[in-house]
C-alpha cells in the first residue's frame, strides 16, 4: 500500500520529497522506511501534554526517471 502512495505522489501530484516522521521505539516502522529507501534526515524532540518524545525524520527523494 505504501508504494503505491508513492507511486502516486510521484505520477499523479509530482511530489519529489516525501518526509515521514516517526517514534524512535517504531522499529517496524522505521524497517519499512528503510526498505522503501527512506533516509533518515533528523532526530528531534517534540513535548506534547507535557511529555518529551523522540522521533526521527526520513526522507525519500523521488527523482524522475
Do not use: S
Not at 529507501?37 to 507535557?50: I, L, M, N, Q
Request: glycine share 2%.
Amino acid at each position: 500500500a505504501v508504494e503505491a502512495i508513492i507511486e502516486f505522489a510521484w505520477q499523479i501530484m509530482k511530489v519529489e520529497r516525501i518526509i515521514a516522521v516517526v517514534y524512535k521505539k517504531n522499529e517496524k516502522c522505521i524497517k519499512l522506511l528503510e526498505r522503501l529507501r527512506f533516509t533518515k534526515v533528523a532526530a528531534e524532540e517534540t513535548e506534547f501534554r507535557g511529555q518529551r518524545y523522540f522521533h526521527y525524520r526520513y526522507a525519500l527523494e523521488i527523482k524522475p526517471t
